[in-house]
Structures are given as C-alpha cells and as structure tokens.
C-alpha cells in the first residue's frame, strides 16, 4: 500500500485523536473517572502510536525541510 493512501486514512484518524485527548481533557470533572481513565489513556496511546507512523511516512519531508544541512553565512 502506498504511503499516499495510508496517510489519507490517517490524517483524519489523528485528527479525531486529538479532538478525542482535548475533549477528554477539557470534560475529565464531568465524565465519570474510571471511564476517564480509559478513554483519555487509551487514546492517548493510540495518538503516540499514530502520530508515529505519521512521522515515519513523513521522514524523507522531514529530512529535506528541517535535518539538511545549510550552507554557512557568509560575513559581509
């Protein structure tokens, strides 16, 4: 499968993630705390876990914008 392909389906999955951490987090005195504890963790694994494979199916973007290396400056 393409790298293309996953992230389309991954994108959206990490959004939903983060919404899910946010919400959580924003809500945790009203929802009731064993429930808290499993849906605020668990999600917040599933985001790690996420966000990673995000990373490494971004690594080459990753490497030519932030990890080339630069040219010295010239003084003047």
């Known amino acids: 499968m393409k790298a293309s392909a996953i992230l389309k389906v991954l994108n959206p999955v990490l959004a939903v993630l983060m919404l899910n951490q946010a919400v959580t ?3 945790s ?3 009731p705390r064993p429930v808290f504890e499993v ?3 668990a999600g917040g694994i599933a985001l ?3 966000a990673a494979l995000h990373l490494s199916l971004n690594w080459s973007w990753v490497k030519a914008n932030f990890l080339r290396k630069r040219p010295p400056v010239q003084p003047v």
């Open 48 to 50: 790690a876990a996420a």
């Open 25 to 27: 987090g924003i809500f």
């Open 39 to 41: 849906i605020h963790q």
């Open 29 to 31: 005195g009203v929802i």
